[in-house]
């Protein structure tokens, strides 16, 4: 049972590089999510998508995109990247978002030089 | 304001206490409640969910009073296995669901 699968694990960046953060799940949930978690900020919501075909920016979307793929997928786009968005990124997804759990990936913990 | 404020801790218990957390949250219109527990650099993970009428797990038992719009976890009973971060979660429709998490609370039992 994969559940939520994010790749890569580990990454170094330098400023100004590109790189998309994948996501897939199994669970044929609607609702996916992208996470940063930095100390003492807990996890702070970029994107998250309701549904297949929709997007929506959460609190902290600045620098990034996203693209629902399809409902198992939903990637996260660093267009330009900078040392503040050195953190830990976190996919998420859930049935529908409502009373019902969120599962998590298992992390990526990105490093901008 | 954060919208979900926890204690951050450390809570420091010896092996057998009892400890509670609390947590507050701002905006009324939530709509569902969770605790989470999150080990040191793993992803977080479902520990309850939080009913109205208030739910027991084994060792942990969750309540919610919406009037005051706090949420307690408490734990009895400690093991050294429940030494984590316990996030307070709360969900919202705002267009849509969406999951607003608290910075957590550090929970370290001790033999």
């Known amino acids: 049972n994969a559940g939520v699968t994010q790749t890569p694990k580990f990454q170094v960046l330098k400023t100004g590089q590109s790189m998309t953060l994948q996501c897939a799940q199994d669970?044929?949930?609607?609702?996916m999510y992208w996470y940063r978690q930095d100390p003492g900020m807990g996890l702070r919501l970029i994107y998250y998508?309701?549904?297949?075909?929709?997007?929506d920016k959460g609190e902290v979307p600045n620098g990034y995109n996203v693209s629902r793929l399809n409902k198992r997928e939903f990637s996260l786009r660093l267009e330009s990247a900078a040392p503040s968005q050195t953190s830990v990124y976190f996919c998420?997804?859930?049935?529908?978002?409502?009373?019902?759990?969120?599962?998590f990936g298992q992390g990526t913990r990105l490093t901008v030089v | 304001r954060k919208e979900v404020e926890q204690d951050p801790g450390p809570f420091n218990v010896p092996e057998g206490a009892t400890v509670a957390f609390n947590c507050t949250y701002s905006?009324?219109?939530?709509?569902?409640f969770f605790w989470y527990r999150q080990d040191c650099r793993k992803e977080p993970k479902l520990l309850m969910s939080?009913?109205?009428s208030g739910n027991e797990d084994g060792r942990f038992t969750a309540q919610l009073n919406r009037a005051s719009q706090y949420i307690s976890l408490l734990i009895r009973d400690s093991k050294l296995s429940d030494s984590a971060t316990y996030l307070c979660?709360?969900?919202?429709?705002?267009?849509?669901?969406?999951?607003?998490f608290g910075t957590g609370t550090r929970l370290k039992v001790l033999a």
């Open positions: 998420a997804s859930s049935i529908t978002g409502s009373a019902d759990e969120a599962f």
């Open positions: 669970m044929n949930h609607n609702s």
């Open positions: 998508s309701a549904s297949e075909g929709t997007t």
């Open positions: 905006n009324s219109a939530s709509q569902s």
């Open positions: 939080v009913y109205s």
């Open positions: 979660v709360v969900n919202r429709i705002s267009g849509t669901y969406k999951y607003i």
